[in-house]
């Protein structure tokens, strides 16, 4: 078998949550199944790193498709053209986005729909494009991948589409994230936050994540406590809002705020494993990598009651309304003085990350390809 896929956003040191699905998956898909070729399309220049084994081939089709207008000329135009030539016996798109025009079997993989039930999230041109394309992208679908069954439910309900053809292909979590020493957590301590203990989010500063939410509670967690434990936002700053910038800049405890920006997996691995607590407070999640990779590292974390968090972090989490900051301060309360509550949740945390591994992601979304190769056969 032929089989194409959209690996556009694989990206030397620039992956993202979805990046890392494409990553894990087609890393291993490719190298277990010698038996088929693949053919990966990039919008630019790529690293060979991402070249998994000998049976794929790379094309580089132009032009980068980084804005709306570009997407729709990629799709539509330039991976068409291409596609049409190639002849594969089947399409994956693992950031969910289709040619429209093709009429061969395609596979998205539609991780949520924050844009739709948020769109105010969104730049206009950007939440425009998605709710008007995406719904087309659903109905062209041979099958659907997301990555919850909160997903799956919620593809089916917006979009009036039966949920037999949707499969749940959850996430994983990279095996760097593990437990850290007592000396790199020390040392951690002192490279990055003067030594002192820390709650810690990890991800883009996107305003689905709640982080205004975030800060108010831990403003008030110091003025109540006292305590000189800091907030450490761990990620790509990308997003950061004007709300948020004026939040900060009138915060009393702004100094113990600190935005790291992108760093690289080992050193978020040290971030998340010498971290007191992960505060995960989103509005909107399709899955929430952070949660699971906090509870491989033994991490307790305080996280949403909404979406599919919980279906993420079963028991082994405690919840707040992300609606209700004043949840999130009694929590962070709560998981800082009570010592029996903090080994709870991380024993429970090892137990529930083992339901999660990129070798269970791979082998249930070949599961997805072979049931459309077996229909057009």
């Not at 910038?245 to 705020?257: F, Q």
Request: hydrophobic share 40%; proline share 5%.
């Amino acid at each position: 078998m032929l089989i194409a896929v959209n690996t556009r956003l694989l990206i030397k040191n620039r992956i993202d949550g979805t990046g890392w699905f494409i990553n894990e998956t087609l890393k291993r898909i490719t190298r277990d199944h010698p038996e088929h070729k693949f053919v990966f399309f990039f919008d630019r220049q790529f690293s060979n790193d991402f070249i998994f084994s000998d049976n794929i081939t790379a094309r580089v089709i132009h032009p980068q498709a980084r804005h709306p207008f570009l997407w729709y000329w990629w799709f539509e135009y330039s991976l068409t053209r291409a596609l049409k030539k190639l002849k594969p016996d089947i399409f994956i798109s693992p950031d969910g986005f289709l040619p429209l025009s093709i009429k061969i079997p395609c596979i998205p993989v539609i991780h949520d729909l924050n844009f739709f039930h948020r769109p105010n999230d969104l730049p206009r041109m950007v939440r425009n494009y998605y709710n008007r394309y995406f719904p087309k992208f659903a109905e062209k679908a041979t099958r659907i991948i997301t990555v919850s069954e909160y997903s799956r439910k919620d593809i089916a309900e917006s979009y009036d589409i039966d949920t037999d053809i949707i499969d749940v292909v959850y996430n994983g979590a990279d095996k760097i994230f593990k437990p850290a020493t007592e000396i790199e957590k020390n040392e951690t301590k002192k490279r990055f936050f003067s030594g002192k203990d820390y709650f810690v989010y990890a991800g883009s500063l996107h305003p689905r994540k709640n982080i205004s939410a975030l800060l108010q509670a831990f403003e008030d967690f110091k003025k109540e406590t006292g305590s000189d434990m800091k907030l450490v936002l761990a990620g790509e700053t990308l997003f950061i809002t004007p709300g948020m910038k004026k939040k900060l800049k009138h915060m009393n405890y702004s100094n113990d705020v600190i935005l790291t920006g992108r760093v690289s997996t080992e050193d978020m691995r040290l971030i998340i494993s010498s971290a007191t607590v992960m505060t995960f407070v989103s509005h909107y999640e399709g899955f929430g990598i952070p949660v699971l990779e906090s509870m491989q590292c033994g991490v307790p974390v305080i996280a949403s009651n909404v979406t599919s968090i919980p279906e993420v972090a079963g028991v082994a989490a405690l919840y707040i309304n992300p609606g209700k900051p004043e949840t999130i301060l009694e929590a962070m309360k709560k998981i800082t003085k009570d010592i029996k509550l903090r080994e709870n949740l991380i024993k429970k945390g090892f137990v529930q990350s083992r339901n999660f591994s990129w070798e269970k992601t791979a082998k249930a979304l070949w599961n997805s390809v072979e049931k459309v190769l077996s229909c057009e056969s």
